[in-house]
Nanobody, 126 residues
Framework: QVHLVESGGGLVQAGGSLRLSCAAS????????LGWFRQTPGKDRQFVAG????????KYAASAEGRFTISTDKTQNTVNLQMNNLKPDDTAVYYC???????????????????WGQGTQVTVSS
């Protein structure tokens, strides 16, 4: 069992940056697939970025490529999302998720994740 808690959301102007963090408790994130997703009202949860804990292999949505960076901190048992050059379209609730074992092919598939955080709001003003 993995319990995930996101932090770092907030209000930022377009062009600004935020760093989201997802802290895990209960079990180590070793041998997990980890992902960040986002959701706006009335829409399905959307893949943003994913990473395999052990290998560091990453995958990004086209909208995140070049602006967002996903990383892990093995000493803190966290997965982070650095978001730069934020745009109003990035406004959403951001969720982190985890599943085991590590599997590149499920990185972007929200229905393959077993554990989810409660979400953190990111609002980008124009």
């Amino acid at each position: 069992q993995v319990h995930l808690v996101e932090s770092g959301g907030g209000l930022v102007q377009a062009g600004g940056s935020l760093r989201l963090s997802c802290a895990a408790s209960g079990n180590s994130l070793e041998r997990h697939t980890l992902g960040w997703f986002r959701q706006t009202p009335g829409k399905d949860r959307q893949f943003v970025a994913g990473i395999l804990w052990n290998s560091g292999t990453t995958k990004y949505a086209a909208s995140a490529e070049g602006r967002f960076t996903i990383s892990t901190d093995k000493t803190q048992n966290t997965v982070n999302l650095q978001m730069n050059n934020l745009k109003p379209d990035d406004t959403a609730v951001y969720y982190c998720a985890a599943s085991s074992p590590p599997n590149f092919w499920v990185l972007s598939q929200s229905d393959q994740y077993d554990y989810w955080g409660q979400g953190t709001q990111v609002t980008v003003s124009s």
